[in-house]
Nanobody, 122 residues
Framework: QVQLVESGGGLVQAGGSLRLSCAASGRTVSGYAMGWFRQAPGKDREFVAAINWFGDSTYQDSVKGRFTISRDNAKNTVALQMNSLKPEDTGVYYC????????????????WGQGTQVTVSS
């Protein structure tokens, strides 16, 4: 089993930055791809970014150039640096892990954190 715990959410003004972190425990996430998803009220959970074990990453189009996903395999952590935040980035952000090489849909991920709230004010 893999336990994931997110941190770093909060309230920020439009144009600001936040850095989310996800710490894995229980077993190493060696070989796992890691992803970030978000869910706004009344909307489905949507893909934000993912990174595989080798460091290859992919992003949702709306966050390209603003968000950067990274991982530290030695520390079993993954981070999401979010810059130039917009009100539409508001939502609960979830960290997830999958044994697929890389994945962009929630159904492909086996392990999830509890989420951290990000609120961007206009």
């Amino acid at each position: 089993q893999v336990q994931l715990v997110e941190s770093g959410g909060g309230l920020v003004q439009a144009g600001g930055s936040l850095r989310l972190s996800c710490a894995a425990s229980g077993r190493t996430v060696s070989g796992y791809a890691m992803g970030w998803f978000r869910q706004a009220p009344g909307k489905d959970r949507e893909f934000v970014a993912a990174i595989n074990w080798f460091g290859d990453s992919t992003y949702q189009d709306s966050v390209k150039g603003r968000f950067t996903i990274s991982r530290d395999n030695a520390k079993n952590t993954v981070a999401l640096q979010m810059n130039s935040l917009k009100p539409e980035d508001t939502g609960v952000y979830y960290c997830a892990a999958t044994l697929r090489i890389i994945a962009t849909t929630p159904a492909e991920y086996a392990y999830w954190g509890q989420g951290t709230q990000v609120t961007v004010s206009s």
